[in-house]
């Protein structure tokens, strides 16, 4: 059964970090591009960060580069989200999935960015 469990959300300060993980099973996460999703209150899904299936190519969505960064685990079968320099515009839930032949979505994990 596949399953994406998110954590490390949480109220911070603009200007604050926070650390994302997400823990998958059921797939076979070392041959898996896998991305950082976010959905903001009334706003669609955007892809935000993506990393490969080794972990040497990283890609991010303009608004988050140089602050954001992407990294993996895959004896873990574990992907991160480094979250510097937070600005209220980040605040979204935060969702990890499979690049390519997306699996069912986690409940994701609450990012508040406010002063």
């Known amino acids: 059964q596949v399953q994406l469990v998110e954590s490390g959300g949480g109220l911070v300060q603009p200007g604050g970090s926070l650390r994302l993980s997400c823990v998958t099973s059921?797939?076979?996460?070392?041959?898996?591009?896998i991305g950082w999703y976010r959905q903001a209150p009334g706003k669609e899904r955007e892809l935000v960060a993506d990393?490969?299936?080794?972990?040497?190519?990283?890609n991010y969505v303009d608004s988050v580069k140089s602050r954001f960064t992407i990294s993996r685990d895959n004896a873990k079968n574990t992907v991160y989200l480094q979250m510097n320099s937070l600005k209220p515009e980040d605040t979204a839930v935060y969702y990890c999935?499979?690049?390519?032949?997306?699996?069912?979505w986690g409940q994701g994990t609450q990012v508040t960015v406010s002063s």
């Open positions: 999935n499979r690049l390519f032949g997306r699996v069912s």
């Open positions: 059921g797939f076979t996460f070392s041959g898996a591009r």
């Open positions: 990393i490969s299936s080794t972990g040497a190519i990283t």
